[in-house]
């Protein structure tokens, strides 16, 4: 091999472009880093960051930040608005937690992560601010999902239980009344929409919640509850999804519901596809959240206006109705520098007032007792009064810190037990049951 | 300045010309080095230190202990990740596969000389500029069971049923494999084209004197001249096949009944959605020793033919 040999002058005139390019790249790298050092705020202003998701009814929660930045001119609310999904949300937010990000104040919370962000040490226990009295005020349910290890780490803003939504005009149609148990959901949708057909109206018997996600756990754990089962015995601690009455339950859902009375797409579908199944009058029942009795019965939303039911979900023969608890909290990052601020922006977020309003427009429900004997939100929201009963009795998931390990778990399970008519739901049943106990025992070390 | 010093010193040293350009050329590639350092050596090294150690988030109280290799073990026995391995293996080896016949076919067309030849060349980029994650939405607007252009396509708009593609296990994962076929066989294509056109047209002359048939040519010249171009390909997308997420992300999230659950989308469940972040990182090293050895393979393959060509 020949090697070349270069002048020294010819050397210099190689050096300068890659010199020129070196200050290039550094006068790059500078403008990426400086927009990360921070602005000064304005003095007596102070910036209270909120991580929240993508909102059904986004005009709502603009006029409620407006409100509190009026009433509270030495607080400037920064909303950063992350994914629908509560999964999403979940992965958005612990990423920052977890770097100890200063940019998160306030952050809202699903009911099934307090456990986790508590001993993990993310959200800081609120038991100064939040005492005992005050906390007796709101659904005892939702406190207990705030609470771990004897401390508060939520304020809860609206809860949310599953409720069966229904086309009164339809069942009336037919003499049909709400039905009771799922087998009589099921011989209804069938009477329905088979006789819809021989109209020429095309339309699905039920819509839920099946796509390989959390709400999949929410759906499924109804199903099972109220066949007697158990996600996991609240005696033992043990899991009880490979016993007989939830693998019957879930057998249930694969050849009665899936494929039979509702779509094979429904496989894919969260809350807004299920949603929208039932709005465009494609559907005679449907699972789903508070939330959608705003969304179902606003005619610029919905072409069923007017024509929607709702009910306790059904349940089996020998059970009783069963409804997962949701519904949001909020908390306070650990590493937030404005906790006093924080505390006086979830306050107001959970007060009566703004609880009030969120029922009226939004159609979530309230958190505080009180307000379920309130003039204006049974007015506004008559679903209410006989859902009450659903709320306050509406069941937890699983509290672990690590319940996200959990709920994976129970996803595949489900998905693969309801995805595949030939599926073995036993062994499946076992194999999820299995892991779940390495889980649990970790836990307990 | 500092160059032409530092030249100066090294010629004061009294070092061979051969000696002093070899450290000089040292110098010039130090900043390329600590970059990579920087960015690539340090994430691989810290993602093997936590794979080593037990961490969960959410439960701080267990400390970070170190493990040596019981994840690794652990992974052994995970049906799931063994599911998703041969999930992720099935999807590299079908979308590259279609993604080299694909790229071939277009560069074979837009190597062509028509009218017009400029716009297409540009116009067939365009999947591959579009972000993934857009790309992928799209398809799943695409095939969505009530508002699909795919079922409108196939059935019309009067049919009661249509067909649900991504919730059945099978089409749900042929679904991710046709979009990430449509999304980069351009690329492949670009890679081939930079490979046909380094083939001389005497070569296509003399062998059509000969009496060669298109087929002919096509088999004895094009493609054992073009065999380098298709072999970068070849690399460059069974790695990028290998880390698939985004399209699982936004299309499936795994589902139905874990059929399209990846590798990477697998690892990512475990460090950001469960907080094992220990467990997580093993599942990361897994996907970069994979990727890594079917690198080198191929980097071997494709040194030794242009050894070869030199000769």
Redesign the interface.
């Known amino acids: 091999m020949k090697r070349t040999c270069l002048s020294s002058s010819r050397h210099r005139a190689g050096i300068w472009p890659v010199l020129k390019g070196l200050t290039v790249c550094l006068v790059l790298a500078l403008a990426l880093i400086m927009p990360a050092c921070k602005k000064k705020e304005t003095a007596g202003t102070t910036t209270v960051r909120f991580v929240t998701w993508k909102p059904n009814q986004p005009a709502v929660w603009d006029e409620i930040i407006r409100t509190f930045e009026a009433g509270h001119p030495g607080i400037r609310v920064v909303r950063e608005t992350g994914p629908h999904s509560s999964t999403g949300f979940h992965d958005l937010l612990t990423q920052k937690l977890k770097n100890k990000s200063p940019d998160v104040d306030v952050f809202f919370m699903d009911v099934i992560w307090p456990s986790e962000f508590a001993a993990a040490g993310w959200a800081m226990p609120l038991d100064s601010y939040f005492p005992q009295g005050e906390r007796n005020k709101f659904l005892d349910g939702t406190v207990l999902a705030n609470t771990y290890k004897g401390h508060i780490y939520g304020v809860p803003v609206f809860v949310d239980g599953g409720m069966l939504y229904y086309r009164k005009d339809l069942l009336e149609k037919y003499g049909f009344k709400p039905p009771r148990t799922w087998g009589e959901m099921v011989s209804q949708a069938k009477k329905i929409t088979s006789g819809e057909a021989a109209d020429n109206v095309a339309m699905e018997g039920f819509s839920g919640q099946f796509k390989q996600y959390e709400g999949l756990v929410c759906d499924m754990m109804e199903y099972i509850l109220s066949n007697g089962g158990n996600i996991v015995d609240p005696d033992t601690g043990q899991p009880g999804i490979a016993a007989k009455p939830a693998v019957d339950a879930v057998r249930f859902v694969r050849d009665q519901i899936i494929g039979n009375i509702a779509p094979e797409g429904e496989l894919t579908y969260e809350e807004p596809e299920s949603l929208a199944l039932f709005t465009q009058g494609k559907a005679v029942f449907l699972r789903n959240w508070p939330y959608a009795w705003e969304v179902s019965n606003d005619p610029s939303r919905s072409r069923v206006a007017g024509k929607v039911g709702i009910a306790k979900l059904p349940h089996f023969p020998g059970g009783r109705s069963y409804s997962t608890l949701g519904g949001w909290q909020l908390a306070i990052s650990s590493y937030s520098k404005h906790k006093d601020a924080a505390w006086t922006f979830i306050k107001f977020l959970t007060s009566s007032r703004i609880q009030k309003l969120l029922a009226v427009k939004a159609g979530l429900a309230p958190t505080r007792k009180a307000l379920y004997d309130d003039g204006d939100i049974l007015k506004a929201d008559p679903q209410f009064r006989s859902m009450k009963d659903v709320f306050l009795t509406a069941y937890p998931r699983p509290r672990s810190p690590l319940y996200p390990a959990i709920s994976n778990i129970l996803q595949r399970y489900f998905s693969s037990a309801i995805s595949d008519r030939n599926s073995d739901i036993e062994g499946e049943a076992r194999k999820a049951s299995q892991e779940m106990e390495k889980i649990i025992a970790l836990t307990r070390e | 300045m500092i ?2 010093l530092f ?1 100066d010193y090294t010629v004061t040293m009294k070092l061979s ?2 000696a002093r ?1 070899r450290i ?1 050329a040292a110098f ?1 590639v130090l ?1 390329c080095l600590l970059f990579v350092a920087i960015f690539a050596f340090y994430p691989i090294l810290y993602s093997f230190y936590l794979s080593l150690h037990r961490i ?7 400390k970070q202990p170190f493990i040596g290799l019981a994840n690794y073990r652990e992974l052994l026995h995970d ?2 990740a063994l599911h998703s391995l041969v999930n992720t293996f099935a999807f590299v080896f079908a979308s590259t596969f279609f993604e080299l016949v694909f790229g071939l076919i277009i560069a074979l067309i837009i190597n062509r000389h028509f009218s017009g030849r400029g716009i297409v060349r540009a116009a067939v980029l365009v999947p591959w500029a579009i972000p993934t994650v857009v790309a992928s939405q799209m398809w799943r607007f695409i095939f ?3 508002y699909g252009l795919l079922n409108y396509l196939l059935f019309g708009s009067g049919v ?3 067909k ?1 593609w ?4 099978f089409f749900a994962f042929s679904a991710i494999v046709v979009a990430d076929v449509w999304k980069t066989s351009s690329f492949a294509a670009l890679i081939i084209l930079a490979g046909l056109q380094t083939i001389p047209d005497e070569l296509y002359e003399a062998a059509r004197i000969d009496g060669a048939g298109a087929w002919n040519r096509f088999r004895s010249i094009t493609l054992p001249l073009i065999k380098p171009a298709l072999l970068i390909a070849l690399l460059f997308r069974t790695m990028d096949a290998f880390r698939v997420f985004d399209l699982v992300f936004v299309m ?7 059929s399209t659950n990846v590798l990477q989308f697998y690892g990512y ?1 475990k460090i ?5 972040m220990g467990y997580g990182s093993t599942i990361s090293v897994l996907v970069f020793l994979v990727t890594f050895s079917v690198s080198l393979l191929y980097i071997r393959m494709i040194g030794s033919r242009i050894l070869q060509e030199k000769t």
């Not at chain 2, 991504?166 to 296990?169: E, T, V």
């Not at chain 2, 499936?252 to 874990?258: L, N």
């Not at chain 2, 950001?272 to 094992?276: D, Q, T």
């Open positions: 160059f032409g030249f010309l051969s350009e000089f010039l900043p969960i988030l959410s439960l701080p109280g267990l049906a799931v969505n069971d009530n009661t049923s249509y649900a991504l919730a059945d296990p499936t999230q795994g589902g139905p009944a874990d469940k950001f959605a469960e907080g094992l």
